[in-house]
């Protein structure tokens, strides 16, 4: 398990902490990744989007944002061998003078990214690829413009459709981040339900499903039992895996947030479990028609809870609940984005991007319709818009709080779900979580440094010699304006003119350096192709001209 603080408060929990991290283990498997010798370098192509990796790239004269929490330095020359960064050589003026032009660095390929910045690949720690009629590539593409090297997606085409994606994008035979699937308890194992459910198991089911390529498993089918909860956490984590819970209202009164952190769960995905964690009695204060099956009633309440804490528990959420999840060691995920549009429907439903880069699937799946997921917006009121405006403050005190404390916030998004389109919700994210008062080098962080130590991937996440070649390229200090980070840039001033920015000029993923600009043209045309001979719909209707 991770560290847990003898502080944890056990007056909130009539529970015991679980023993403390097996950190010799992680330091073996640090070393293990440390040592291993590269695979040898197969330079591909992929059409005019992408090439790499290369037997020695060289990014000329960058700022770097290291995402550890430092600021920017440089500018250095940074040499790239095959995946893996080999060398970062500062050229500020003094090294400059001294060392002179032709001591510089060369390359199979030199890119000049003078005035530009480099950051670590982000790693988006929750999403979703969603089904045809939308092309995985969509995805994919709109991720990898917008930085995002590393996913952990829900397995929405099938968990063996989901594996063999990943090993394809491991070996470099698709255009894709890398992916670590999030697995079911249980899931490729021919295990009966009181097997399943029979903790003594725990230990063994875990490691067989680490066997079998496991390595994010989700404890949503195991809320209802507190001891069963807990061996499935401790069993993952000791079989080299992390565990990842959204904590639904149903099975609140059984596990809620403080009782996940401190049962072991590595990672609490969304809003879920915090405010009922601070609330007088084990329950919300549900309606006496709640039914948890019915969406539209489930987020509305799911918005209003935080009202009822915010009333009747505001110290006690951001100070005990606060101070016991920090000492029990769980990791909060927020994925804002994925929320927002409850706080401001109309705002959701007409972001500028959505004509050109939102898949038309995508759009069919956000529309009002109680037949899929998410799409609840059929009775949205002022009133519901009203609890989730007033979430969104306490629940991003939460989480300043947190992280103010010690706590590690990392980073996911939720998407495709209720108009969050991927590759612009994730620097949506970014600035939604800067939102809460983080810092926005603390805000990078969390998508880079934070959410590799979350992953258990001591490779990712920094960019440093002896770590993985996931890279972006901006045209800007995203530290300066996380918009930059966006596709189309954003304005700013340059030599007293005003210009819009080119955004990520270069996502590098394993060593491959992808056209950032050709990957959006690609995804524009399948946006193009997906919305041919579709009119008006019943969110946009009023504002279509000759209606």
């Given at each position: 398990?991770?560290?847990v603080?003898?502080?944890?408060?056990?007056?909130?929990?009539?529970?015991?902490?679980?023993?403390?991290?097996?950190?010799?283990?992680?330091?073996s498997?640090?070393?293990?990744?440390?040592?291993?010798?590269?695979?040898?370098?197969?330079?591909?192509?992929?059409?005019?989007?992408?090439?790499?990796?290369?037997?020695?790239?060289?990014?000329?004269?960058?700022?770097?944002?290291?995402?550890?929490?430092?600021?920017?330095?440089?500018p250095?020359?940074?040499?790239?061998?095959?995946?893996?960064?080999?060398?970062?050589?500062?050229?500020?003026?003094?090294?400059?003078?001294?060392?002179?032009?032709?001591?510089?660095?060369?390359?199979?390929?030199?890119?000049?990214?003078?005035?530009?910045?480099?950051?670590?690949?982000?790693?988006?720690?929750?999403?979703h690829?969603?089904?045809?009629?939308?092309?995985?590539?969509?995805?994919?593409?709109?991720?990898?413009?917008?930085?995002?090297?590393?996913?952990?997606?829900?397995?929405?085409?099938?968990?063996?459709?989901?594996?063999?994606?990943?090993?394809?994008?491991?070996?470099?035979?698709?255009?894709?981040?890398?992916?670590?699937?999030?697995?079911g308890?249980?899931?490729?194992?021919?295990?009966?339900?009181?097997?399943?459910?029979?903790?003594a198991?725990?230990?063994?089911?875990?490691?067989?499903?680490?066997?079998?390529?496991?390595?994010?498993?989700?404890?949503?089918?195991?809320?209802?039992d507190?001891?069963?909860?807990?061996?499935?956490?401790?069993?993952?984590?000791d079989?080299?895996?992390?565990?990842?819970?959204?904590?639904?209202?149903?099975?609140?009164?059984?596990?809620?947030?403080?009782?996940?952190?401190?049962?072991?769960?590595?990672?609490?995905?969304?809003?879920?479990?915090?405010?009922?964690?601070?609330?007088?009695?084990?329950?919300?204060?549900?309606?006496?028609?709640?039914?948890?099956?019915?969406?539209?009633?489930?987020?509305?309440?799911?918005?209003?809870?935080?009202?009822?804490?915010?009333?009747?528990?505001?110290?006690?959420?951001?100070?005990?609940?606060?101070?016991?999840?920090?000492?029990?060691?769980?990791?909060?995920?927020?994925?804002?984005v994925?929320?927002?549009?409850?706080?401001?429907?109309?705002?959701?439903?007409?972001?500028?991007?959505?004509?050109?880069?939102?898949?038309?699937?995508?759009?069919?799946?956000?529309?009002?319709?109680?037949s899929?997921?998410?799409?609840?917006?059929?009775?949205?009121?002022?009133?519901?818009?009203q609890?989730?405006?007033?979430a969104?403050d306490?629940?991003g005190?939460?989480?300043?709080?947190?992280?103010?404390?010690?706590?590690?916030?990392?980073?996911?998004?939720?998407?495709?779900?209720?108009?969050?389109?991927?590759?612009?919700?994730?620097?949506?994210?970014?600035?939604?979580?800067?939102?809460?008062?983080?810092?926005?080098?603390?805000?990078?962080?969390?998508?880079?440094?934070?959410?590799?130590?979350?992953?258990?991937?001591?490779?990712?996440?920094?960019v440093?010699?002896?770590?993985?070649?996931?890279?972006?390229?901006?045209?800007?200090?995203?530290?300066?304006?996380?918009?930059?980070?966006?596709?189309?840039?954003?304005?700013?001033?340059?030599?007293?003119?005003?210009?819009?920015?080119?955004?990520?000029?270069?996502?590098?993923?394993?060593?491959?350096?992808?056209?950032?600009?050709?990957?959006?043209?690609?995804?524009a045309?399948?946006?193009a192709?997906?919305?041919?001979?579709?009119?008006?719909?019943?969110?946009?209707?009023?504002?279509?001209?000759?209606?």
């Open positions: 398990m991770r560290p603080s003898v502080v944890c408060v056990l007056a909130f929990l009539a529970m015991p902490l679980l023993p403390s991290s097996t950190a010799g283990q992680a330091s498997a640090v070393r293990a990744v440390s040592t291993a010798r590269p695979a040898p370098v197969q330079t591909r192509t992929f059409g005019d989007l992408a090439e790499g990796p290369y037997d020695r790239l060289v990014i000329r004269g960058a700022m770097v944002i290291p995402g550890h929490g430092g600021p920017p330095a440089g250095y020359d940074i040499v790239i061998s095959g995946n893996v960064i080999e060398s970062m050589t500062p050229f500020d003026p003094v090294t400059a003078e001294r060392r002179g032009e032709s001591a510089r660095a060369t390359g199979d390929r030199v890119i000049d990214a003078t005035g530009m910045y480099v950051m670590p690949g982000m790693i988006d720690l929750h999403m690829l969603r089904t045809e009629p939308m092309e995985i590539e969509y995805v994919y593409y709109t991720k990898l413009a917008h930085g995002v090297t590393t996913l952990v997606p829900a397995p929405d085409r099938g968990l063996e459709s989901a594996m063999a994606e990943a090993a394809r994008s491991a070996s470099n035979e698709i255009l894709a981040p890398r992916m670590y699937p999030i697995w308890w249980g899931s490729g194992l021919d295990l009966s339900r009181e097997e399943l459910e029979n903790p198991n725990a230990e063994r089911i875990a490691r067989e499903m680490a066997e079998k390529g496991a390595h994010v498993v989700s404890l949503g089918s195991v809320t209802w507190r001891d069963l909860f807990g061996a499935v956490a401790r069993g993952v984590w079989a080299g895996g992390i565990t990842t819970i959204h904590l639904p209202p149903s099975t609140n009164a059984v596990v809620d947030a403080v009782n996940a952190a401190c049962l072991g769960a590595t990672m609490i995905e969304h809003h879920y479990g915090y405010a009922e964690s601070a609330l007088g009695r084990q329950v919300q204060d549900f309606p006496r028609d709640y039914n948890f099956n019915d969406e539209l009633m489930r987020f509305r309440h799911a918005g209003k809870v935080w009202e009822e804490a915010g009333a009747t528990a505001r110290e006690r959420l951001l100070t005990t609940v606060a101070d016991s999840m920090v000492a029990c060691g769980v990791t909060m995920l927020p994925t804002r994925v929320y927002e549009a409850n706080r401001d429907i109309l705002r959701a439903q007409s972001l500028p991007w959505h004509e050109k880069y939102t898949h038309q699937a995508l759009t069919e799946w956000n529309l009002p319709n109680p899929f997921h998410g799409s609840f917006h059929y009775d949205w009121s002022s009133e519901d818009e609890y989730w405006y007033d969104f306490l629940w005190d939460l989480i300043y709080e947190f992280n103010r404390r010690g706590g590690r916030v990392a980073y996911g998004t939720d998407d495709n779900y209720i108009w969050a389109t991927p590759g612009f919700s994730n620097v949506r994210e970014l600035q939604l979580l800067r939102e809460t008062g983080m810092h926005a080098l603390e805000v990078i962080k969390s998508a880079t440094r934070n959410s590799a130590e979350t992953l258990r991937q001591p490779r990712l996440g920094l440093r010699p002896g770590y993985l070649a996931d890279l972006v390229i901006v045209d800007g200090n995203p530290a300066y304006n996380l918009r930059f980070l966006y596709s189309f840039g954003a304005l700013t001033l340059r030599d007293g003119e005003m210009v819009r920015t080119s955004g990520i000029v270069h996502t590098i993923k394993d060593g491959i350096v992808i056209e950032n600009a050709r990957m959006m043209e690609e995804v045309r399948m946006v192709a997906s919305k041919e001979g579709v009119g008006p719909n019943v969110t946009n209707a009023p504002f279509v001209t000759g209606r």
